[in-house]
């Protein structure tokens, strides 16, 4: 599936377009190159297309020219504007149930990422994985969720965060000083995941903002807007987060009904009537996944054909010849 039909809340581009307006950017005439204004940006349930978006972030840096502006966007971010989301996670009761929350809602303010937690003996490491290609918006994308995630941590907290290290999936960027300025924890660039790794030691201390009657509103709400969400996104969308969400082998089509209580019959209907096919879902994930694994792991091209479901590597190479017109070993060598 690709993502032209994907739709992508404005919660953000009002923090977005105030920080253009103070670097002399006209921002009505960047809204309007995809037909906004800076009034629609600010009503509840406005959304744009995934293309637009991408648009605006990409048209953003280039006529501000700030290779930083996903930090600086970041920056403005604190608790307060994220919504009900925000709200439960000031009321929390330890940083492990902030955590848990910021999981299991993120997707109440942005469909593109999904959280993986990996959970070792002496630390959690909070991952943050992509759920439609970021391509050109890779960067000050990842720049600003992990910035985000970043002030929710330490704003709970009261700067106490046990934060061990912080990870970026791209090249070390020539504006390094600030992220410096930004982060006192020491960062990595070039890793596999974006994530956030913290001491298990403290993530179950009270916080001193805790209030259980306010957290339980605040989680029926948030659960009420997940709902909501859930019954308004394409169902090939929640198919392929489905799909991505497995990160070894993918689920038997018979696993894919029963997870949304369908037949194999009625979830081919399903897909059909908004134009899509299971085949067309799983091919665009594998591809997906695909080039993750190419760019980011050191797993053989037999290795990988096993993890997406190919039966043998002869026919994981065809397909990925039919995907982006070179081999999977051109691809890697490209990588590097």
Not at 246 to 254: D, G, I, R, V
């Amino acid at each position: 599936m690709t993502d032209h039909k994907l739709m992508m809340p404005t919660y953000y581009l009002h923090q977005l377009a105030d920080e253009l307006d103070k670097l002399q950017v006209d921002t009505n005439h960047w809204l309007a190159s995809v037909g906004l204004n800076l009034k629609q940006i600010d009503q509840p349930g406005q959304l744009i297309s995934y293309r637009h978006f991408k648009k605006l972030i990409s048209s953003s840096i280039i006529l501000s020219g700030q290779s930083a502006l996903g930090l600086k966007v970041g920056q403005r971010l604190g608790l307060t504007t994220h919504g009900m989301l925000g709200y439960a996670i000031i009321v929390s009761s330890c940083l492990r149930e902030t955590i848990e929350l910021f999981s299991r809602y993120l997707n109440t303010r942005t469909p593109l990422l999904r959280v993986n937690l990996v959970c070792g003996p002496k630390t959690l490491k909070i991952e943050l994985h992509e759920c439609y290609p970021l391509e050109d918006i890779k960067i000050p994308f990842l720049e600003t969720a992990v910035l985000t995630l970043y002030n929710m941590l330490m704003q709970v907290t009261q700067n106490s965060a046990s934060i061990q290290s912080i990870s970026f999936p791209f090249k070390q960027p020539s504006y390094i000083d600030f992220y410096r300025q930004i982060f006192s924890q020491p960062i990595q660039f070039d890793t596999k995941v974006t994530s956030i790794s913290l001491s298990q030691n403290g993530l179950d201390t009270p916080l001193p903002m805790a209030d259980p009657n306010s957290l339980t509103q605040a989680k029926l709400i948030c659960e009420q807007e997940l709902t909501r969400l859930q019954s308004q996104e394409e169902f090939q969308s929640r198919v392929r987060k489905y799909l991505l969400s497995h990160e070894n082998q993918f689920p038997k089509l018979s696993c894919v009904a029963k997870y949304f209580h369908l037949s194999q019959r009625t979830l081919h209907r399903r897909l059909e009537e908004n134009n899509s096919r299971y085949s067309e879902i799983l091919a665009s994930v594998r591809e997906y996944r695909a080039k993750e694994l190419l760019s980011n792991s050191d797993l053989s091209i037999q290795q990988i054909a096993s993890t997406l479901g190919y039966s043998d590597s002869a026919n994981f190479r065809k397909a990925f010849k039919r995907w982006q017109s070179c081999s999977p070993r051109e691809f890697r060598s490209s990588c590097y």
